[in-house]
């Protein structure tokens, strides 16, 4: 029997998880014992192997194994990443491509396939920029973020997509960096952590020129910021504490109300006009793009499970709500002030 008495937490430190990792916001009753990351993969594992309780989990695995009942973890519809993705994807710049569509038909690599980053920027390829699924090369470098303990554990893509893997020594991240410097793939998308290498890099550039122009033209049209990773429990300790799903909700609707009020009135130690920034983003979102809930983020769900189905990530059609604790369903921020 699962002892809920003391409950693994893993997360990294977003600045609206930071009061729950300190203690300053508490469920009664509840005592976490915190594991704070910035090892995203990691964490994910962490959570698929058992070795914590309640943590970040990337939407795209959650997706994967909820479609095939294989899923031992539950999402609460709180989403403590969401990035949009159109500067992480980088090219050779002795190609010469001027528009994402000249990508149609060529390699293109990124570090996994069931990696939410990736479906995202995969699904926007083919479908805001008209990148052909089943002529391109898809090639990736791991399937999931924990291949040694799902050995196997594939996809069929439905998109006509044909993917290739990587090879080689190293990290998925140095294997994926890798292909694209030695030009076994033409275009590359990665996450935060292989910026560095790729942007110091004189023979590669970002796919796009203006990104944040384009991001925002994007949510213009869209209504999307993506949603990258979603908190889940274990099944056995929702189980064993029935009520604990929807008083994390609350806890991390305070959580994110906090960090709100702690980014708009204090000085930053990293830039020097935060208030500008942030009434320029302001007047681009005309709302909360980081809105918790089901129903505000429904859109933004029903998106990436098509991009989910087409990609072969979903075994089968899921409904948003499959996702998510049937107790959490209905919740929203305002429920929660």
Known sequence: MIDSSKIR??????????????????????????????????????????????????????????????????GIPVFPSRMF???????????????????????????????????????????????????TEWHVASMHHWDDA??????????????????????????????LFDNEVDALGVTESQLRTLLADDTVKT??????????????????????????????LATARPELPEKLFRLYCEGKRWAQRWRAGLPSLVEAWPSQHLEEEKAIFQGDPWAYGLAANSHVLEKFLGYCHLQGISARPLAAAELFHPSTLSLTELQSN
């Not at 009942?69 to 539950?74: E, T």
């Open 9 to 74: 937490l893993a997360s990294r430190a977003y600045d609206g998880v930071l009061p729950i990792l300190r203690g300053q916001m508490k469920i009664p009753g509840v005592e976490f014992e915190i594991t704070e990351t910035e090892d995203v993969a990691g964490m994910f594992a962490g959570m698929f192997k058992g070795h914590y309780d309640i943590g970040e989990m990337s939407l795209g695995e959650l997706i994967y194994y909820t479609s095939r009942g294989k899923a031992d973890f539950v």
């Open 207 to 236: 796919l796009f020129d203006d990104p944040r122009e384009v991001e925002a033209r994007y949510y213009r049209a869209t209504r999307i910021l993506p949603i990258m990773h979603v908190l889940a429990l274990r099944r056995d």
């Open 150 to 179: 799902d050995p196997g554990a594939g996809v069929e893509p439905r998109d006509g997509s044909k993917i290739r893997m990587i090879g080689g020594k190293g990290s998925t991240g140095e294997r994926a960096c890798r292909a």
């Open 85 to 135: 993705r159109h500067g992480f994807i980088f090219c050779r710049k002795a190609l010469g491509i001027r528009d994402p569509k000249e990508l149609s038909g060529r390699r293109i690599g990124f570090l996994r396939w069931v990696q939410t980053a990736a479906i995202w920027m995969r699904g926007m390829l083919v479908d805001e920029y008209g990148v052909s699924a089943p002529e």
